[in-house]
């Protein structure tokens, strides 16, 4: 089992940054990628950024290219999601993710992909 701690939400004014974090514990090696995800209630989760912790490849939606960068620090098996110039339409529970299956491309923003899940941090951007 892997259990997953997000950190680091809150409420920004839009074109401000906030950044992410994401503590994993537990059978972390055997998760080979690990993604950010987002959700407004009663819509469906959106995939927003992922990585795979072999080389460090990373993939974004194109929501948010350019703006969100997403990394991992291994030594202390966690996640990070920095986000800049962050718009209204950013507003949303973000949740972290983690993969027993090295995912590429447009499949590792795929939520039924990911095995385990943190609670949830919400992000708010006011205009």
């Known amino acids: 089992q892997v259990q997953l701690v997000e950190s680091g939400g809150g409420s920004v004014q839009a074109g401000g940054s906030l950044r992410l974090s994401c503590a994993a514990s537990?059978?972390?090696?055997?998760?080979?990628?690990m993604g950010w995800f987002r959700q407004v209630s009663g819509k469906k989760r959106e995939g927003v950024a992922a990585?795979?912790?072999?080389?460090?490849?990373?993939y974004y939606a194109d929501s948010v290219k350019g703006r969100f960068t997403i990394s991992q620090d291994n030594a202390a098996n966690t996640l990070y999601l920095q986000m800049n110039s962050l718009k209204p339409e950013d507003t949303a529970m973000y949740y972290c993710?983690?993969?027993?299956?090295?995912?590429?491309?447009?499949?590792?923003?795929?939520?039924?992909?990911?095995?385990?899940w943190g609670q949830g941090t919400q992000v708010t951007v006011s205009s």
């Open positions: 990585i795979y912790s072999g080389g460090g490849g990373t």
């Open positions: 993710a983690a993969s027993r299956v090295l995912l590429h491309g447009g499949v590792s923003l795929w939520d039924i992909n990911y095995h385990y």
């Open positions: 537990g059978d972390t090696y055997s998760t080979y990628s």
